[in-house]
């Protein structure tokens, strides 16, 4: 069955941007008779707010939304988190990692390394601690996968459909080594997991066939797919959608209250007013 969902951080109001992905996620749902769920991703405990929270389940009935029940919220699926980092490291695919953000700068931009490179999550890793074995890792420091181990561990890269905006990127073994690099997969800051992995392992406790969501995520799903194989879970179907934009066409943040969906509600915009705007 069509299964997909909307994962919202409570750090903010939700604005037009995440009415538009929140609106077609259950419109192509509703339209494929298929379900509709809703997660919480609340592991940024530094930002994340019952307020906020609360905010998101109400700013989404108003928009005449319905979900199943319980919702998932990741602050209370931390032990799977665990188990598949447990996983993973068990395999040898794993490293852990005490350098800083000031030390990572510091090594890319060596004059023998040339320009840094970013990737999907910034500055690509160096391999400083790359050495160093899982059964050492201490409370101080974050995780890491070995990329280029992890990509020669399959004996074939998996690949994904795409139905969005954009054509799904073809993996391979030098886009994934070179220009995404040894990725983290628990912070060190927090003790907690990585976007990269709680999705993959939300998305397959959750049973999503359909993942949907904006284009500005497209470079993180090649990451998801070897995740998914690495870990012996499905890989969905993705959708990127366009972004809504500002009149200066950048995208919406949610630091961007002028565009929260609580003011627009709070002016008398109904549901149907926030689908116009949104060219729903």
Request: net charge negative; charged share 25%; glycine share 8%.
């Amino acid at each position: 069955m069509f299964t997909t969902r909307f994962a919202p951080s409570p750090t903010g109001q939700l604005h037009l941007g995440h009415a538009y992905s929140a609106l077609l996620a259950h419109d192509m749902a509703r339209s494929a008779t298929g379900r509709f769920l809703l997660r919480i991703e609340d592991t940024d405990t530094a930002r994340c707010t019952p307020a906020f929270e609360a905010q998101i389940y109400d700013d989404l009935a108003w928009l005449g939304l319905t979900w199943e029940t319980p919702v998932l919220r990741q602050s209370d699926n931390t032990g799977a988190y665990e188990a598949a980092l447990e996983s993973l490291g068990n395999l040898g695919l794993l490293y852990p990692c005490s350098c800083t953000r000031g030390d990572i700068r510091r090594a890319a931009s060596a004059p023998q390394e040339g320009a840094p490179m970013h990737g999907p999550d910034g500055l690509i890793y160096p391999g400083t601690c790359r050495h160093r074995r899982w059964e050492d890792r201490t409370d101080t420091d974050a995780i890491r996968l070995d990329m280029a181990h992890a990509v020669n561990s399959l004996p074939a890269l998996p690949q994904y459909t795409e139905t969005g905006v954009h054509s799904a990127l073809r993996l391979t073994r030098a886009h994934l080594t070179d220009e995404v690099g040894d990725i983290v997969l628990a912070r060190r800051d927090t003790k907690t997991a990585s976007y990269h992995l709680s999705v993959v392992v939300d998305d397959a406790e959750q049973g999503i066939t359909h993942v949907i969501r904006g284009k500005d995520l497209a470079t993180a799903t090649p990451i998801h797919v070897l995740l998914q194989a690495l870990l012996g879970l499905p890989t969905p179907t993705y959708h990127h959608h366009d972004l809504i934009r500002d009149d200066d066409g950048k995208r919406l943040a949610k630091r961007d209250d002028a565009r929260a969906i609580a003011l627009y509600r709070s002016e008398g915009s109904t549901p149907q007013d926030i689908r116009r705007m949104v060219g729903l």
